[in-house]
């Protein structure tokens, strides 16, 4: 794949996750994703980010870095928010926090089929 492309496929999907598009997921990710070397599968994807949404109602995926290849993505995201009790077993309840996530995906088909991710949870801590 020409890596303007799957750059433009990475930012369309952002975009499905800013809009809350979950029916639209399955066009991005895979069927048997994995996450953190865990096989998940999509639906269990979808309850990751739905989980996320919950406990994190202004949550806005920001691309500050992107990086990508003819399969790969790295991505450096930040985010400005408010969990309403804990994230990452943290106490935030509702204070505002700003950090970043490092996220490398692997595509198939135009689809993601592995992630991992590593968020700045040291910089939360920071803020709390």
């Keep these: 794949?020409?890596?303007?492309?799957?750059?433009?496929?990475y930012r369309d999907y952002?975009?499905?996750?800013?809009?809350?598009?979950?029916?639209?997921?399955?066009?991005?990710?895979?069927?048997?994703?994995q996450y953190n070397a865990q096989q998940i599968g999509l639906a269990g994807y979808?309850?990751?980010?739905?989980?996320?949404?919950s406990e994190i109602p202004d949550l806005h995926f920001n691309i500050q870095l992107l990086?990508?290849?003819?399969?790969?993505?790295?991505?450096?995201?930040?985010?400005?928010?408010?969990?309403?009790?804990?994230?990452?077993?943290?106490?935030?309840?509702?204070k505002r926090v700003s950090f970043t996530e490092n996220v490398f995906y692997e595509f198939e088909r135009e689809q993601i089929r592995r992630v991992w991710s590593v968020i700045d949870k040291a910089a939360i801590e920071a803020q709390i």
């Design 1 to 9: 794949m020409i890596k303007t492309e799957l750059s433009a496929i």
């Design 14 to 33: 952002i975009d499905c996750l800013n809009e809350r598009d979950l029916p639209r997921l399955n066009q991005f990710v895979h069927s048997q994703v």
């Design 46 to 53: 979808r309850r990751l980010l739905e989980k996320d949404f």
């Design 67 to 94: 990086v990508a290849d003819s399969s790969y993505v790295a991505s450096r995201l930040t985010f400005d928010c408010s969990p309403r009790q804990k994230f990452l077993g943290l106490d935030v309840n509702g």
